[in-house]
C-alpha cells in the first residue's frame, strides 16, 4: 500500500515540475534563452522541442498506454534532468540544480514504485515482492 502513495506522490510532483517547466518555456521564453545562454547553450531553436518534450515525456507516464514508451520518458528524463543538474553546477551554479536533483529523486521513486501501482508492468524496475509457492 505504501508503494501506491510513493508511486503518484512522486509521479505528480514530477510531472507538475515538468508541466510548470513547459509553461515557463511557453511564458518566459526571452528569460529562458538567456538562461540557457549563461550555461553555455545558444541554441534557442531547442525551446519549442523543449516545450514538447517536458509536456510528453510526464503524459507518456501518466497516461502509460504503452510500457515501453512509458520507460523509454523515463529514460528521456532521467538525462535531461541529470544534464541539467550537470550544466548549473558546471557554470558553479549549484542552486540552479536543485530543481533537477529534487526531479532525479523523485523520478528514481516514481520508477522504482511503478511495477507495484500499475496492471502491465514494466520488465525494467526491480521486482517489489517475489511470491513463492511450494513444490507439491
Same mark, same amino acid.
Given at each position: 500500500?505504501?508503494?501506491?502513495?510513493?508511486?503518484?506522490?512522486?509521479?505528480?510532483?514530477?510531472?507538475?515540475?515538468? %508541466?510548470?517547466?513547459?509553461?515557463?518555456?511557453?511564458?518566459?521564453?526571452?528569460?529562458?534563452?538567456?538562461?540557457?545562454?549563461?550555461? /553555455?547553450?545558444?541554441? +534557442?531553436?531547442?525551446?519549442?522541442?523543449?516545450?514538447?518534450?517536458?509536456?510528453? /515525456?510526464? !503524459?507518456?507516464?501518466?497516461? @502509460?498506454?504503452?510500457? !515501453?514508451?512509458?520507460?523509454? !520518458?523515463?529514460? /528521456?528524463? %532521467?538525462?535531461?534532468?541529470?544534464?541539467?543538474?550537470?550544466?548549473?553546477?558546471?557554470? @558553479? =551554479? *549549484? =542552486?540552479?540544480?536543485?530543481?533537477?536533483?529534487? /526531479?532525479?529523486?523523485?523520478?528514481?521513486?516514481? %520508477?522504482?514504485?511503478?511495477? !507495484?501501482? @500499475?496492471?502491465? *508492468? +514494466?520488465?525494467?524496475? *526491480?521486482?517489489?515482492?517475489?511470491?513463492?509457492?511450494?513444490? =507439491?
Amino acid at each position: 500500500m505504501i508503494e501506491n502513495y510513493v508511486y503518484w506522490i512522486s509521479t505528480a510532483l514530477l510531472s507538475l515540475l515538468y %508541466f510548470a517547466s513547459a509553461s515557463m518555456y511557453i511564458a518566459k521564453g526571452d528569460y529562458v534563452r538567456n538562461a540557457q545562454a549563461e550555461l /553555455g547553450y545558444s541554441a +534557442s531553436h531547442l525551446v519549442p522541442f523543449m516545450i514538447a518534450v517536458k509536456v510528453l /515525456g510526464p !503524459a507518456a507516464i501518466l497516461w @502509460r498506454f504503452n510500457v !515501453a514508451l512509458s520507460d523509454l !520518458a523515463y529514460a /528521456g528524463m %532521467f538525462y535531461h534532468l541529470l544534464l541539467s543538474a550537470l550544466a548549473h553546477l558546471g557554470v @558553479r =551554479k *549549484p =542552486k540552479g540544480s536543485i530543481p533537477a536533483i529534487v /526531479g532525479l529523486i523523485l523520478l528514481v521513486a516514481s %520508477f522504482m514504485t511503478q511495477n !507495484a501501482v @500499475r496492471d502491465l *508492468p +514494466s520488465p525494467y524496475p *526491480p521486482l517489489t515482492a517475489v511470491i513463492q509457492t511450494p513444490l =507439491k
